[in-house]
């Protein structure tokens, strides 16, 4: 580049710490210039001046170079094809730079800086098939960054509610609202939405509002650099990170501005306190925490932070259930007492005792979602509340574990579940009565029944037939008509009467002589079912399992006749089933 090409060279690389290093390589090449947001005006005065006459510069540039500054003379640009690009990063609960490939939109941007001023030349440091494979364009930032920062702004205009503002793209409402939810706690915006004070110094950090926030409660400069650019793979316990060269220099630059502030340095775990509030956990055991805002966390049993009490986690992988702590720092209860103690609540709540087996009523303090401390207390709390508790019991233990169940009633459930699935069009519909529809309904339907019940044994008292016949009122539907479209017994021939089972039917077992004259298969549910009909031998034992007995009597009976006289010759097997007198005995009296 320096024999073939005359004026200023412009390469971009993807952030600060790129350029610096490569301004080390270029060491002992004059007029070396670096180009970043970071740098105060006059360090970017100096990149973008003119050249003097007869000397060539070499400037090196983020992205800032593309679009937002002006920089005269350049006819070489030079294109490493990265960009860094801010993403809302779940772990940290901010955003986070990711250096990602550059986009074709971006990239044409980049070539145009070279010929401005006179024909220039680019060189693209990827190849065309590359460049063919890279997204033509960028989403627009605000689709995918963390909206703190930018709602605090808005605050600082006098707004914050997301139709307040001429956006070009408008971000999405739930991260809006995400936003808006955690300045309110980290009190930078009050109950109504408005600025306080403490918001308009966190505005004045350039900083995300949770290490703003940190910094000026507590000065840890040095610990918002370590989160600001991400502690080593492998290192837990924040007090074990030490600070790279650019942290140091980001904590330099905060530190300044903590100094304005008065802050004083305390705790880590104290400190992370101010910027993660929703993120202290409360020890369950075997290295399980319940978080302040409500979800689980995991850290290894070998690691030493998991025999903490409380965690202030300042870094996690959130891949779905609990998530794992990748950073973190242990806190005492008296630091959390004391830093939040407007927030911290107390309460008498009922509960499900597992091992017990029993409801019970406890005294709780808690901050957030958090328990910080409970015990038992005699206090007596509401019968709703005991219900509730009761209802969460059943639903952990399992509706079918109810110890009030009988075959009868388990009867009575499946005829109401049958109609339900037999008549979907019915109307109005059938209850969903299965184990799976009464634990939904448990509140609908079974509170009147439970009355003072506090131990699972109370629940042997349970009339679950009675709320089987809430379920049927509640629905539209009685007894009466129950037992018209799924009667509990159906009546043969022979004079008896039969169960029809609807658990796994309908069908009833019946011996084959009590139904001779049994011109048709009986059916249910206005005759859309058939009940199947299991035949027995004289011996109680299936010979023929058949749901058209007309057919059967035709078909299947002379072979069945054959082998039953065989077995049992004394029985009757009349020739003519249709026409032949049902029996319950051996044979036909008279």
């Not at 709602?151 to 070009?168: E, K």
């Not at 630091?335 to 091992?355: G, L, N, Q």
Request: aromatic share 6%; hydrophobic share 40%.
């Amino acid at each position: 580049l320096s024999e073939t090409d005359e004026g200023d060279i412009l390469c971009f690389l993807p952030g600060e710490g790129e350029i610096k290093r490569c301004a080390e390589e270029l060491n002992g090449v004059p007029d070396v210039f670096p180009l970043y947001g970071a740098l105060s005006k006059e360090e970017q005065d100096c990149a973008v001046s003119p050249p003097l006459p007869g000397r060539r510069r070499i400037i090196l540039a983020t992205s800032i170079a593309e679009t937002s500054l002006t920089i005269p003379g350049i006819t070489v640009v030079v294109d490493c094809g990265l960009m860094r690009v801010s993403r809302f990063s779940p772990s940290s609960g901010m955003s986070r730079l990711e250096t990602l490939p550059l986009t074709q939109d971006r990239a044409e941007q980049r070539r145009g800086r070279a010929g401005r001023v006179r024909p220039g030349v680019c060189w693209r440091l990827w190849t065309e098939r590359e460049n063919a494979s890279r997204p033509p364009a960028m989403k627009p930032e605000i689709l995918e960054a963390d909206l703190a920062s930018t709602v605090l702004s808005a605050a600082l205009w006098g707004t914050v509610r997301i139709d307040g503002l001429p956006w070009l793209t408008p971000p999405p409402e739930s991260a809006w609202a995400n936003a808006v939810s955690l300045l309110r706690m980290l009190g930078a915006l009050d109950d109504d939405g408005r600025i306080t004070d403490a918001g308009r110094r966190m505005a004045r950090f350039a900083a995300h509002p949770r290490l703003a926030n940190m910094m000026i409660m507590s000065g840890a400069a040095d610990l918002a650099a370590i989160i600001e650019e991400g502690a080593p793979h492998g290192i837990t316990d924040v007090r074990d990170v030490r600070l790279t060269s650019r942290m140091k220099e980001l904590a330099r630059r905060w530190r300044r501005m903590c100094a304005d502030e008065g802050s004083v340095p305390i705790d880590p775990g104290e400190a992370l306190a101010y910027a993660f509030p929703d993120r202290i956990g409360r020890n369950r055991g075997n290295g399980t925490f319940q978080l302040s805002g409500g979800r689980g966390a995991f850290l290894d049993r070998t690691e030493a932070l998991s025999r903490e009490e409380f965690l202030v986690c300042c870094d996690l992988d959130d891949r779905g259930g609990d998530a794992r702590i990748r950073l973190a720092a242990a806190i005492s209860r008296g630091a959390i007492e004391e830093i939040f103690a407007d927030r911290i609540r107390e309460c008498e709540t009922c509960s499900w005792d597992r091992r017990r087996e029993t409801v019970k009523t406890v005294r709780q303090r808690t901050f957030g979602k958090m328990v910080l401390e409970e015990h038992d207390c005699q206090h007596v709390v509401s019968e709703e509340a005991m219900q509730s508790a009761l209802f969460d019991g059943i639903r952990r233990k399992g509706v079918a574990n109810l110890p009030c169940w009988t075959k009868g009633t388990r009867r009575l459930q499946a005829r109401i579940d049958f109609l339900r699935r037999a008549m979907p069009d019915a109307e109005p519909p059938w209850p969903d009565v299965s184990d799976d529809g009464l634990a939904a309904r448990l509140e609908d339907w079974f509170r009147g029944f439970v009355s003072g019940m506090t131990r699972w044994a109370h629940l042997e008292r349970l009339d679950i037939a009675a709320v089987l016949d809430v379920a049927l009122s509640d629905s539209g539907h009685d007894r009466r008509e129950l037992d018209r479209l799924a009667p509990s017994k159906m009546d043969v021939p022979s004079g008896s009467e039969i169960t029809i089972q609807y658990e796994e039917g309908p069908f009833c077992e019946v011996r084959l002589q009590e139904c001779f004259g049994m011109l048709s298969t009986p059916k249910v549910a206005n005759g859309r079912v058939p009940v199947v009909m299991r035949l027995l031998s004289p011996a109680q034992r299936p010979v023929q399992v058949t749901k058209d007995l007309a057919s059967f009597w035709k078909e299947g009976y002379p072979l069945v006749r054959k082998d039953m006289r065989g077995r049992y010759p004394k029985h009757y097997w009349p020739e003519d089933p249709f026409t032949a007198v049902a029996t319950r005995r051996v044979r036909p009296v008279g």
